[in-house]
């Protein structure tokens, strides 16, 4: 009876750790891949330089003050933009990915 209160509590403790390793390594994983959806999303002010298509990719280079930034955007936002446009973007700093994008002024003739 004793060999079997070992074997029971050696297979719980098994099973505990096959659930610890497998929670840590999703964790893991996620982290990895989602990692600017733990911080918090840069908010940038500029003009639209200039906007490209590419298989499905769409871009848009910002010049905001001196700094020129590439991000990538969707494909309902890229139809509503015009070059030289003055939006606000919010953005995942290290995807370079627009999650939200307003258009301040429609082709502004001056930079930020």
Same mark, same amino acid.
């Given at each position: ?9 050696? @297979?719980? /403790?098994?099973?505990?750790?096959? #659930?610890?390793?497998? @929670? ?51 494909? /309902? ?11 606000? @973007?919010?953005? #995942?700093?290290?995807?370079?990915? @627009? ?14």
């Amino acid at each position: 009876m004793a060999e079997k209160n070992y074997f029971s509590k050696f @297979v719980a /403790a098994a099973k505990s750790l096959f #659930l610890v390793s497998t @929670v840590f390594i999703y964790v893991l994983m996620f982290m990895d891949y989602n990692q600017d959806w733990l911080n918090d999303p840069v908010v940038s002010k500029g003009v639209i330089e200039s906007l490209a298509a590419e298989a499905e990719q769409y871009t848009l280079i910002l010049r905001s003050g001196e700094e020129i930034l590439t991000l990538s955007i969707d494909a /309902a936002a890229f139809h509503k933009l015009h070059k030289n446009d003055l939006v606000e @973007v919010t953005y #995942l700093h290290q995807k370079q990915q @627009v999650v939200q994008c307003s258009v301040l002024t429609r082709q502004a003739d001056s930079f930020i």
